[in-house]
């Protein structure tokens, strides 16, 4: 939802292709004609035209949909000839599809640099995406290479456009609620074993676990809202805020529901290729209906474009997580992690593949906590302070990808890793610990429309550690619905 945005006349993200294609063609401008277009073995170059020509009078005739579909068929084969990627191109953008579009001109102009239609339209179509920045760069190209008068006329049209826009300090408001339904057979990450073998100073002693701390396995609803609000600065710059709550309940357990309240807000530069955020976060939890732990601090990250469907982006986060309960209070820590992701789209814009590479540490900053305990007196629960397993360093990887499948559904994955070595003996084990988490999940985004999605999703995790207690494994089936605003 947008709100505090003027009317501005008539926006030239509305030009139609038709009428900026007839300008070009006026001009002859056209991809290199020497080139021979990518051909099916056994197929005519008669097949291909026809193909072609059959595409271009769809668009002509305000079919755009039926002509990238019949184009969407061929793209495996002709992907990289830069008349066919215009073709698809237009006929993308002309459905509604920019990000495709983007995709289809970029390949057309990584054939042929100076095929300014291709150019021309790529800005139209950063343009629809509301990406100004690419659309000037795409635009400014455009026009030097341009010779028609009405050509520049309407490229002129689009710079004026978004030197309107940058000149109006609009503010945006989202927000979406969700329900969530599913079953989780590990609430509290908890062993399934109901005795641990503890040292005791000399011997080892057979300890039986309090039931709280064993695996707990219950049907479950979630209630979730949020709501952001950015706010643009300059052509550059832009604020935002957002704040988050869930609140999750198990049907039997009931002093296994939670409560979460994330909050944000920070600001960001944006260039051609480039975005820099910095915000600061806060949230706190609920657990059984008593207040458990508060987190703060500060994350940031850089995104560098290469191309629409190729970027980079390195983060950082420093956080601190506070106990409240002074029984686990020795778990205080702070926390610092650096790491670089990437993505990359398939040059099909149904595809994409991510991944990111992490590693930070946790200080246990806690002093020795003394507690009153009935029938023992005070009694320290964390001798010399810190928690019992010391300080942490941990490294992780995480991959995924999604595929689009039809115009409706999206399927996405996503698996990590991570090793966790701690820095002091555990007094009761005698060992230092060692962890090493395997997760993955499995899912798909179903849009009813734009507003409203289903998402049925299944996530398996499983914890490897050399200290018994801490083995364990967790999976959660779920199925959600969403409405966004």
Not at 51 to 76: F, R, T
Not at 106 to 119: M, V
Not at 154 to 172: F, H, K, P, Q
């Amino acid at each position: 939802m947008r709100i505090l945005k003027p009317f501005i006349l008539l926006t030239f993200g509305l030009l139609s292709s038709a009428g900026i294609s007839s300008a070009l063609a006026a001009e002859n401008i056209s991809p290199n004609s020497e080139q021979e277009p990518a051909i099916e073995n056994g197929s005519s170059k008669e097949v291909y035209e026809t193909m072609l020509q059959k595409a271009d009078k769809l668009i002509n005739n305000s079919q755009p949909d039926e002509a990238y579909a019949l184009l969407a068929s061929y793209e495996g084969k002709h992907a990289g000839d830069p008349r066919f990627d215009y073709i698809m191109g237009i006929a993308a953008l002309d459905s509604g599809m920019p990000d495709h579009a983007a995709f289809a001109f970029e390949r057309a102009l990584a054939a042929n640099y100076d095929f300014t239609a291709a150019r021309l339209e790529m800005g139209r179509a950063y343009f629809q995406l509301g990406a100004y920045q690419q659309a000037k760069s795409a635009f400014d190209t455009a026009l030097a290479q341009a010779t028609s008068e009405e050509v520049r006329t309407d490229i002129n049209g689009y710079l004026d456009e978004m030197a309107i826009r940058a000149s109006v300090r609009n503010t945006y408001l989202t927000g979406f609620v969700g329900l969530t339904v599913g079953r989780d057979n590990n609430f509290n990450n908890s062993t399934k074993e109901p005795r641990v073998r503890l040292f005791d100073a000399q011997n080892w002693v057979i300890h039986t676990i309090d039931p709280i701390n064993i695996k707990v396995s219950d049907n479950y609803y979630a209630a979730e809202a949020g709501i952001q609000i950015d706010q643009e600065l300059s052509s550059h710059w832009g604020a935002f805020a957002s704040m988050a709550y869930r609140n999750r309940t198990t049907f039997n357990q009931t002093i296994l529901k939670t409560t979460n309240l994330d909050m944000r807000a920070g600001l960001q530069y944006e260039t051609h290729s480039n975005r820099f955020r910095v915000n600061a976060v806060m949230g706190n939890l609920n657990a059984g209906g008593m207040h458990n732990s508060n987190t703060s601090g500060i994350y940031s990250d850089w995104q560098h474009f290469f191309t629409p469907d190729v970027q980079m982006n390195v983060f950082f986060q420093s956080m601190q997580y506070r106990y409240v309960d002074p029984l686990l209070k020795p778990n205080d820590i702070d926390q610092q992690a650096l790491g670089i992701g990437w993505v990359y789209g398939l040059g099909d814009g149904t595809t994409s593949l991510f991944g990111n590479m992490y590693s930070g540490n946790e200080k246990d900053i806690s002093s020795s906590i003394n507690v009153n305990m009935p029938g023992l007196g005070v009694v320290t629960i964390n001798p010399g302070g810190g928690r019992n397993d010391g300080a942490k360093t941990f490294s992780g990887l995480r991959v995924g990808g999604q595929l689009i499948v039809g115009e409706k559904s999206t399927l996405f994955t996503d698996a990590g890793f991570q090793t966790g070595d701690y820095g002091k003996t555990n007094q009761q084990f005698n060992l230092t610990r060692m962890d090493q988490i395997y997760d993955i999940s499995l899912g798909m985004n179903w849009h009813l429309d734009r507003s409203w999605t289903i998402s049925p999703k299944i996530t398996y995790l499983h914890n490897e550690s050399n200290i018994d207690i801490y083995t364990h494994d967790r999976s959660d089936i779920s199925l959600t619905i969403r409405r966004d605003f």
